[in-house]
């Protein structure tokens, strides 16, 4: 048997054509954008193509768009970026308990720097509460972190009226998108938001490239220093030939359309029938209406995640826990624990997610085998 | 092997518990050699950073990762630091505050590599699990396993597995226990395993290369008392009688002439060391002592008495003894000659020629007839 990957929100495979739209920038066309001459002229052409590319997936202008390494480089730079640019206004900012830790992590690193970050709780489907968000602003709230669609367990916040909650306020608003963008479809305006991170990796582009939307009435200071490159914003030569493979993700990603949301939800209601007619018991984590198309997110009691997750690798299928860890690490995941305290089922939490390639038959093979392997751990 | 035949090694999985040390590393280059289905697991005992804060089980596993991407085999890691902290630590802790000697590494062996780690192992559909121990498995004229002694006498760890039952050992193979360790180094440095030249971990797991002292004073409160002959004459003050074990020469601080001090017993209720002057004084030696829990490699008690031979430290030479099992179950050792600085705490192993027999942990001491009190 083949492998089967449901690891779609860990990393997803890098689409045939977005190799090849990046040999010729890896080949012939080697130049530094800022150079002045033709190798130079070639590369700058398909940056500017790119951000043109990258705006209107999201509703942008061009100079809104600001390319990073990644989607920790967009976090880091979001909130870093605001804290230092309006540190003198205040140094107050909301995230929530379910952040990725590419938020979470700096916001502790800018509490020892002295800002005060308040982390909303969640619901047991991961939702933050409004009005909570509403009762935690303050004068001095100068960013508010909400990401979009979860990783772990895939449930979306709303962000349309978070950013209309904070229109009136000084606060900016970032959101990290990370795993929203690509199934989701997403207008800035319409979100109201200020700050939106990207990953090129998580919609069948390069690894190392994502970007940072930067509404452009918003200011930020950066995080690197050096060149003029992104209009000041991002000093570095650029990653020309992975911002080629990006935009030709991107452009992949939006004459496909949103259509796949579908199939992947047929994917995951297939698993769980599969669970359901194998007789294993299982709960689903995560919100079911308001929720990322490609991520599911399950808990089979008795079984704990990393044997669950070594006898899926046994048997060639690859899922993961929703959170990378470290060496044995025995914490379970930050998110399940936001959403369910000590319960049992944040140690007993699988996610698969769906992606390029996938099919219906890979994932009935993969849930029978999932069932087969719970049902004899079960026991 | 009997068990074995009846599977090819292709449909043979075997689980390895690999440290990142060279001996694992060598016993996952030889079970992939001879075609089973290896899987390496590392196990995570004990949750500590260096003093540069590094996770140091992480500096292990990354060397678990680089050897088994060299063989050729999966990889992964397990948490096992709860168990461990509540079936060796705690027993570890009670010991010394009981005033005995523990051995955590025999605890470990019988709770963590061979009862979490090997129900672990099943439950990824593991034949058997391996470890990179000196210890060799065979098996009887009953058709029941047993276990060796490694062919490295210098390395030889079997007196760390007493505990081990037949249940357990049936599912054991030690890759390298007809190997002794300039051989194990050779093979790592003809594979080229990122590991060949790695030292050798030394002391006690968790405590690493770490003073003893400053380690167990941070569990256990050190309460400072007297140092005294056993006729009652002061000689110094102790540390804390933890610090200390039986036999003990360094470390105390006595000075004057004649022969050097040595730690003879120690007095839990006044909290007192107790020392003689002599490598050979009188009272360090005994010629009976009664174990508790005894454990059997073959897993059946055992009738009646037995003459065979014993250690009772590790990597001391075999002595004769005769065991018998007492009425309450525990074991009565007769020794052949008398035996110096038999600790309480320590286990006592027993030996049929190569083949280990069993164990238990010694729990009191004699000398013609008369319980050795100051123990």
């Known amino acids: 048997m083949d492998y089967i990957y449901l690891d ?85 900012i909301i995230t929530s308990q379910i952040e990725h830790h590419a938020v979470l992590h700096a916001c502790a690193r800018l509490e020892s720097e002295g800002f005060e970050v308040t982390y909303l709780p969640v619901d047991e489907t991961g939702r933050i509460s409004l009005s909570e968000l509403k009762a935690a602003l303050r004068p001095d709230t100068i960013i508010v972190s909400i990401m979009y669609g979860n990783n772990e367990v895939g449930t979306l916040q709303d962000i349309a009226a978070i950013g ?134 399950v808990s089979f009691p008795g079984v704990k995640t990393e044997i669950l997750l070594v006898n899926l690798d046994l048997a060639r299928i690859a899922a993961s826990s929703g959170s990378a860890c470290t060496a044995g690490s025995l914490e379970p995941s930050h998110v399940l624990t936001a959403m369910f305290g000590k319960q049992n089922r944040t140690k007993e939490a699988v996610r698969f997610s769906f992606g390029l390639h996938n099919t219906m038959e890979e994932i009935e093979q993969a849930a029978q085998e999932t069932a087969k392997i719970v049902k004899r751990l079960q026991k | 092997m009997s068990a074995l035949s009846k599977k090819s090694p292709a449909d043979t999985r075997v689980v390895i518990g690999m440290s990142g040390g060279v001996d694992s590393s060598v016993a996952a280059l030889l079970l992939k050699q001879q075609g089973y289905d290896v899987i390496g697991i590392f196990m995570k005992n004990w949750d500590d950073t260096d003093e540069f804060g590094v996770c140091t089980a992480t500096e292990d596993y990354n060397d678990v990762i680089a050897v088994a991407n060299q063989i050729g085999i999966p990889y992964y890691a ?40 090997l129900d672990h192992a099943m439950s ?24 060796l002694r490694g062919v490295d006498a210098n ?13 357990q050992i049936s599912k054991v193979l030690f890759p390298i226990g007809e190997l002794n360790k300039p051989e194990i180094r050779k093979i790592a440095e003809e594979a080229g395993l990122a590991t060949a030249k790695k030292k050798d971990s030394t002391g006690i797991c968790f405590i690493g290369e770490r003073d003893f002292k400053e380690f167990l004073s941070n569990y256990l409160p050190a309460k400072p008392g007297n140092m005294t002959t056993l ?93 018998t099992t007492m009425e309450d179950g525990r074991l009565s050792v007769v020794f052949d000659e008398p035996q110096r600085a038999i600790t309480p705490g320590q286990a006592v192993v027993f030996y049929d020629g190569d083949v280990c027999l069993g164990g238990a942990t010694i729990d009191e001491v004699f000398k013609n007839d008369t319980r050795i009190s100051y123990l």
Not at chain 1, 16 to 40: C, K, Q, R, W
Not at chain 1, 264 to 293: C, D, V, W
């Open chain 1, 8 to 92: 779609h929100a860990a990393t997803s495979p890098v689409h045939p054509d977005v190799v090849e739209a990046m040999v010729p920038y890896l080949t012939e066309h080697f130049g530094n954008p800022s150079s002045i001459h033709h190798f130079g002229r070639k590369t700058r052409q398909l940056l500017d193509e790119a951000r043109l590319v990258a705006a209107q997936s999201i509703g942008a202008t061009p100079n809104s768009i600001v390319f990073t390494s990644g989607g920790t480089e967009a976090d880091n730079a979001a909130l870093f970026g605001t804290a230092l640019a309006k540190k003198e206004t205040g140094r107050h």
């Open chain 1, 164 to 297: 209309e909650l904070l229109e009136a306020h000084q606060a900016v608003f970032h959101t990290d998108a990370v795993q929203a963008y690509g199934v989701l479809p997403i207008d800035v305006n319409e979100l109201k938001v200020d700050l939106l991170s990207v990953s090129s990796h998580k919609i069948n582009g390069p690894k190392g490239v994502g970007f940072l939307y930067i509404r452009e009435e918003v200011a930020l200071d950066p995080l690197l220093y050096g060149g003029e490159q992104e209009r000041k914003r991002r000093a570095g030569t650029e990653n020309v030939a992975a911002i080629a493979g990006f935009k030709q993700a991107i452009s992949i990603m939006r004459e496909e359309g949103m259509e796949k949301a579908a199939r992947y939800e047929a994917y995951k209601q297939k698993m769980l029938s599969i669970f359901t007619e194998a007789g294993i018991t299982f709960l689903r984590n995560g919100e079911q209406e308001h929720t990322l198309p490609h991520v599911l997110n």
């Open chain 2, 78 to 117: 397990v948490n096992f630091e709860k168990e461990y902290w509540d079936k060796v630590f705690t027993y570890f802790l009670e010991e010394y505050k009981a005033g005995r000697t523990p051995n955590p590494d025999v605890m470990c062996n019988k709770e963590i590599k061979f009862k979490a780690f």
């Open chain 2, 124 to 147: 990824l559909g593991a034949d058997y699990v391996a470890t990179g121990h000196y210890a060799r498995i065979g098996e009887d004229e009953e058709g029941l396993v047993t276990m």
């Open chain 2, 155 to 167: 390395k030889d760890q079997t007196y760390f597995l007493n505990q081990l039952s037949q249940d």
């Open chain 2, 231 to 323: 006729d009652g004459a002061v000689k110094g003050k102790h540390d804390g009688l933890m610090y200390y074990t039986i036999g003990q020469r360094h470390g105390l601080g006595i000075g004057g002439s004649g022969e050097p001090w040595f730690v003879v017993g120690k007095d839990l209720a006044s909290n007192t060391l107790y020392v003689e002057q002599g490598f050979d004084h009188d009272s360090l030696y005994s010629d009976r002592l009664i174990a508790e829990e005894p454990s059997w490699l073959s897993s059946k008690p055992l009738e009646g008495s037995k003459k065979c031979t014993a250690k009772f430290r590790y990597r001391q030479p075999d002595k004769g003894v005769t065991v």
